[in-house]
């Protein structure tokens, strides 16, 4: 029978899976398992489905780790059964019923939203819908000050875009109010706003870790520091 949890690693918008290569190799030195799926970034519910799909069809125990946007798919996903914590890295929190754009709006805005590029992408039906990218040129201080410029060059020209309708669409369920979780704020966030991330977590009741000089790509920055509160959640849910 599976004891130990699983940690299933969600990245966020303007990132991709290898974000979390830092804290993936500091998992498994541990003995962890790991696991670190695409999240599609095309709407909160289906993305959450996604992420949910993905933790049921693992056997055993899960911890729901979620960067950035990818702590809004968690907070929906993390209702499936076999999820038995949650872990926030730089990340939104919200409420049952709350969008991103509500959460945000309750807080100074941060450099992020003045430096986001519009394109359009095809959906069913031959409309077309709108996605968000950080600027190229802005993207090392708004996302990943504190990490080295040839890695953040990288990074840039390898985000994925995030449908801008997920600003809107709310959360259908708050895995935290029934599940333990955790967060690492980043102390330095210029992408969400730190304040936010304090909020979310200080309202679901987090066990909080704050980072100080981390920038959004704290999981890239700090691997070591963010693996420690995976590795604590994995622990208490044994």
Do not use: C
């Not at 409309?127 to 990943?144: G, H, L, M, N, S």
């Amino acid at each position: 029978m599976v004891t130990t949890p699983t940690a299933l690693l969600v990245h966020g918008a303007f990132a991709d899976a290898g974000s979390w290569t830092g804290v993936i190799a500091e998992l498994q030195n541990h003995g962890i398992p790991v696991v670190a799926p695409p999240n599609p970034l095309r709407g909160l519910a289906s993305d959450a489905a996604y992420i949910a799909s993905q933790a049921t069809q693992i056997d055993g125990p899960v911890v729901l780790v979620g960067h950035s946007y990818g702590g809004a798919v968690i907070t929906v996903a993390g209702a499936a059964e076999n999820v038995v914590g949650l872990v926030y890295v730089a990340a939104y929190i919200p409420e049952e019923g709350e969008s991103l754009g509500e959460l945000q709006g309750r807080f100074p805005l941060s450099p992020l939203v003045s430096n986001l590029t519009e394109k359009t992408y095809p959906v069913d039906g031959g409309d077309a819908a709108v996605e968000v990218t950080i600027k190229p040129e802005a993207y090392p201080a708004v996302f990943a000050a504190d990490v080295p410029a040839a890695v953040t060059k990288v990074l840039a020209a390898a985000q994925r875009p995030l449908a801008a309708s997920t600003f809107t669409e709310t959360a259908s369920v708050a895995a935290w109010k029934t599940k333990p979780s955790w967060a690492v704020v980043a102390g330095a966030d210029e992408a969400i706003n730190p304040e936010i991330e304090r909020f979310g977590a200080k309202r679901a009741g987090a066990t909080v870790v704050e980072v100080e000089g981390a920038s959004h790509a704290v999981a890239v920055s700090r691997p070591k520091e963010v693996a420690e509160l995976i590795r604590d959640a994995v622990r208490a849910t044994s």
